[in-house]
Structure formats: C-alpha cells, structure tokens
C-alpha cells in the first residue's frame, strides 16, 4: 500500500509523533494540582519508542484473549474487544440491569476473594482465610488435650469448617463463572466507541470531550497505603484542564493504564505501546490481542506485507494453540526481565519542541527507575534528558 493509500485511510487529525504542533504552554498549576503533582514519580517523554510491550500485553494469559478468540469468532472478537485497529475503549456500556449488577459485584467479590484459585492459576485468597482457619481449629484441639475436662466446644468448630467450605464452594463458583460468562459477552463486553483512544483519528474521546492525542501526558503516580506499601500507576492526563474538566467533580480528564506488576519500568513499556498504538506511522503493537487485526490497519499491512514483521500471520495464535499456561508464565517471566533492563531514563521528549516552557520540568529521571520506585532517597542518580531533535530517524518501525 503506498503512502497516500494509507493517507486516504487515516484523518487528517491522526497523530504522528514527527508531526506534532506547536501547542500553547499548559495553565497555572492550582493549589490542588500542586499537591497532587507530589505525587508524580515522572513525566514520560513522547516518541523515541524501544518498541517493548508491557509483559501482561506481550504474553496474555490464555483465558484473558485466546478463549474468547476462540468463543466469539473473528468478527464478534473484533466488535466486542475493548482494543483493535480502531479503538483502545477505556469504557464498557454494559446492556445489563442494575439488579443484575448488583448480584453480580458480589458473586464475583465472594467467588473471587475466598477462591483457592487466583489469575494465573496461582493461588487465591482462600489459602489466605483457610490458612487462619486452619489456625484456629489446631487452636481448638489443643485446648482440647490440655484441658479434657473442658466440654469441647463443637460450636467454635463450625467457623473454620465453614470457612473451609466457603472457599471450596468459592473455587467451584470461580471456576464456572471464568468458563461460562464469555457467554454473556454481548450484553457485559459491549465496549464503547465513544470513550476510548482512536488511532485512525488520533482522538481521545471521552464524556468531557473529544482531545487530540497529543494534548495529553503521561505520569507515574505513586500512592501509598497506610503500612506504607508503595504502589505505582500510569496516569494519561490531559495538559489542559480548564477545557476538559468534569462538571460535577472539578477533577482533570485522565485515564489509568494499570499494569499487573509492580515494576515501574511495566509502566513505560504501556506508555511506549500506547504512543505507537496511536502513532499512525508505526505499525500496530505486535501483541497477541491485536494480531487478527493486522491486515485492517494500512500502515502495519503494508509493514507485514514488506516482511519487516518477521513472523508468520498466525503467530501468536499458533503460540497460545500449542503452549501450557506454565510455558506461557515461564515466557512472561522472561519478558519482564526484558522490560526491567531496557534503558527507559533519559531519552528525548519530543513535546518539549511543540510546547514552551515543557522542558523546564522533569529535566531528569533516576538512572534505575525501578529502585527509585522501590526505595526513592537523596542518593538516587538522576540523569538529564538528551534534547529533543527530529524524531522521524529514531521512531523508524524497523529499528526496534
């Protein structure tokens, strides 16, 4: 496909990132959005991609695309998924009644939490409240061998024994709502068009508005509970809050992209795959949920079509067809370490040309982004930001 047949296939709006315009500086910060930038670990630079997909996105669990691939069929995947071509939908309209909501936020609060079976396989919240149980049962009979004359208290044994079959009962539930609800997809998996990022537009769409992609920014946000546990968060801001503020709340438009670690560097590997998502001159992420859709998108057919893909058509449905979720968590384990190493400190942000003054904060980034998350202290290394130049060489699809 040449250029202007892929030019008659994307809007005029749709964003490159060695087009961006010339933008006004962002408003005066309030007393508010000064608190809360207190709260932001970094500011992630636009373009100069590593070409490096989130772990969670490069090696999916099975029951997470696979199962419903294979459910839906090609089409009904397509509509009913909340990423292909067109959109990333940030929103689901569900068709569904209020009642139903409500049995349903709590069949899946008790089936969840108190199953032997979490994500993955792995183990579930059940072994966490069977464990205590199990705690207080031993409890029982040793207050029964040390002290005979005591009647036993029969009555106390029925906690941990519920208990135990609250979680079987759990695990069963779990098991059946993950292999029976794909069936409901079209009433609970009806994705929105209307709030989700649009490629072929370049467009953030939202219930404040519709933005261009690149008016917004990308941050690490940091909170803490009250053990002091760190978590961290990918947060898409809008730059310019006095258009897109919600009218009940006064909050900014911003959009969370959460990741199933609680490695920072994740969190820019999910920036870095959304940028190219959104950049109409790279081809989509090559990820598994995204590849029926390759041949829609001109710009990655036409890179697919040029061999610089390098891998068969079905790739990563071969992939999910052959291997056992252990070989699959084995390959994810792997990635994350790929995506811990990679250099994401102190590349160029190319904004800092299109908008004054965006230069004059967040200059630097600590060298180790992870231990900065982890342990942040005066010790840290930062290392400055090379400046911004013409990203059209370093965002070129094939030097990834």
């Not at 994307?10 to 207190?38: C, M």
């Not at 940030?90 to 008790?110: M, T």
């Not at 040793?142 to 759990?170: H, Q, T």
């Not at 820019?268 to 959304?274: E, G, I, N």
């Amino acid at each position: 496909m040449s250029p202007t047949e892929q030019q008659d296939h994307y809007a005029d709006t749709a964003f490159r990132a060695d087009t961006i315009p010339p933008q006004t500086p962002p408003p005066e910060k309030s007393v508010w959005g000064k608190l809360g930038s207190n709260f932001d670990v970094a500011r992630l630079p636009w373009g100069h991609y590593l070409g490096i997909n989130p772990s969670e996105f490069e090696y999916e669990y099975s029951g997470g695309w696979y199962r419903d691939f294979e459910y839906m069929g090609e089409q009904d995947y397509h509509d009913f998924n909340h990423l292909n071509e067109l959109r990333w939908s940030k929103f689901v309209d569900e068709d569904i009644s209020l009642i139903y909501r409500f049995f349903r936020f709590w069949f899946v609060i008790v089936s969840h939490g108190f199953s032997l079976i979490g994500p993955g396989g792995g183990k579930g919240g059940g072994w966490f409240f069977s464990a205590i149980a199990m705690v207080l049962l031993v409890l029982l009979l040793v207050l029964e061998v040390f002290d005979p004359s005591e009647k036993f208290p029969f009555g106390a044994l029925a906690v941990p024994l519920s208990v135990f079959a609250l979680c079987g009962v759990a695990t069963v539930f779990k098991t059946l709502f993950e292999k029976h609800s794909i069936r409901f997809y079209k009433s609970n998996q009806n994705w929105s068009d209307d709030v989700a990022f649009c490629r072929r537009s370049g467009l953030v769409k939202s219930f404040q508005g519709n933005f261009p992609f690149y008016e917004f920014d990308a941050f690490i946000e940091m909170a803490a509970d009250m053990k002091g546990n760190q978590r961290h968060t990918l947060k898409v801001r809008h730059r310019y809050p006095q258009f897109s503020k919600d009218k009940h709340s006064g909050l900014p438009l911003e959009f969370t992209f959460p990741t199933d670690t609680g490695s920072i560097a994740e969190r820019y590997a999910m920036w870095d795959m959304l940028g190219r998502y959104m950049d109409v001159s790279q081809p989509l992420p090559d990820i598994p949920r995204l590849e029926p859709f390759r041949h829609l998108d001109p710009a990655t057919k036409a890179f697919d079509e040029a061999g610089k893909r390098g891998r068969p058509a079905t790739y990563w449905r071969d992939l999910y067809a052959k291997a056992s979720e252990q070989e699959l968590k084995q390959l994810r384990e792997e990635h994350r370490k790929l995506v811990d190493a990679a250099p994401w400190g102190s590349r160029p942000d190319l904004m800092a040309q299109s908008v004054p003054g965006y230069g004059d904060s967040y200059t630097a980034e600590p060298e180790d982004v992870n231990a900065y998350g982890r342990f942040p202290n005066k010790a840290d290394r930062f290392v400055e930001r090379g400046e911004a130049k013409d990203a059209s060489t370093q965002n070129k699809p094939e030097n990834h």
